[in-house]
């Protein structure tokens, strides 16, 4: 069993050797590795009985992290950058299906650590965040989900939200919808959802360019939701009250407990396999 002092962490990689050891992996398969995901305070305690790990894909097509799946924007896919000291970073591809449980006996006994890559503090707050996203996310009130499927020209309008977001989304933290009183209601036709939106974007990270592109974002938006919908006070279906660039150092802890983050899966499950229409709001996590 994994002891007290024991050195491991959420996040980290086991070596290829460990990995196909336990039988996680084939012996000869460098396409894939091997995460721990269990928390770092579950991995020494008794009644925890397993290590709960990800078996990740090696992203090889495009060396760098996605910016559509990174930093948890989306709660199914997660590319992680993995950093060496002498070597170019390690870009994975996480998903939740492909989560493994490792006898705490099994994993003390076989698994090593890569100590040649390390995964920096901000990708293992995003690591953490999606984790948690599975499990966290509410849906948005089924009426509001079916307006936002509205056609808007040959595409819904959560397609084109995210059509206006993919060119961009490198710079934004989230994007964050607003219900006010409405948040929980079905409301009945005829009546409008009155949303405000803000367009959150990384105000330490990218400075003026990043507020440019939120407000490029946020004007598009604007354009999209009158065109579809009308102008708020004709507006029957969704009126768009207001929709703002806003900075991530200017978000309280009383506004994420009032707005809900709205992830469009619909941007990166572009898998054949991506099933019927999935629940697209989400709490920040």
Not at 1 to 19: I, K, P, S, V
Request: charged letters at 30%; glycine letters at 8%; aromatic letters at 6%.
């Amino acid at each position: 069993m994994l002891a007290r002092d024991t050195d491991w962490r959420q996040g980290d990689l086991l070596t290829c050797e460990a990995a196909a050891a336990l039988g996680l992996v084939g012996a000869t398969d460098h396409g894939r590795r091997v995460i721990v995901i269990t928390h770092d305070c579950d991995l020494p305690h008794d009644s925890e009985l397993c290590v709960e790990v990800i078996v990740a894909e090696l992203v090889v097509k495009e060396p760098r992290p996605d910016p559509q799946l990174s930093y948890a924007k989306n709660p199914r896919r997660l590319h992680l950058a993995y950093e060496g000291t002498d070597a170019a970073p390690l870009i994975l591809e996480l998903r939740h299906g492909d989560r493994r449980s490792v006898p705490k006996g099994d994993f003390a006994e076989r698994a090593v650590k890569d100590n040649s890559l390390a995964l920096p503090v901000d990708a293992k707050r995003a690591l953490k965040q999606w984790l948690a996203a599975r499990y966290g996310r509410p849906a948005f009130p089924n009426a509001f989900e079916e307006r936002l499927r509205k056609l808007s020209g040959k595409r819904t309008v959560e397609q084109m939200i995210a059509k206006i977001l993919e060119p961009d989304a490198k710079y934004l933290v989230g994007l964050f919808f607003d219900l006010g009183e409405q948040r929980g209601a079905e409301v009945v036709e005829g009546e409008p959802y009155t949303l405000s939106v803000s367009v959150v974007y990384d105000a330490t990270e990218g400075g003026g360019e990043a507020r440019g592109s939120a407000e490029r974002v946020a004007g598009q938006l604007r354009e999209l939701f009158e065109k579809t919908y009308g102008k708020p006070d004709v507006a029957t279906e969704i009126a768009l009250d207001a929709c703002e660039a806003v900075a991530d150092t200017h978000l309280t802890l009383a506004d994420l407990r009032r707005v809900d983050q709205w992830r469009l899966e619909y941007v990166s499950l572009r898998d054949d396999d991506q099933g019927d229409f999935l629940a697209v709001g989400e709490m920040p996590a």
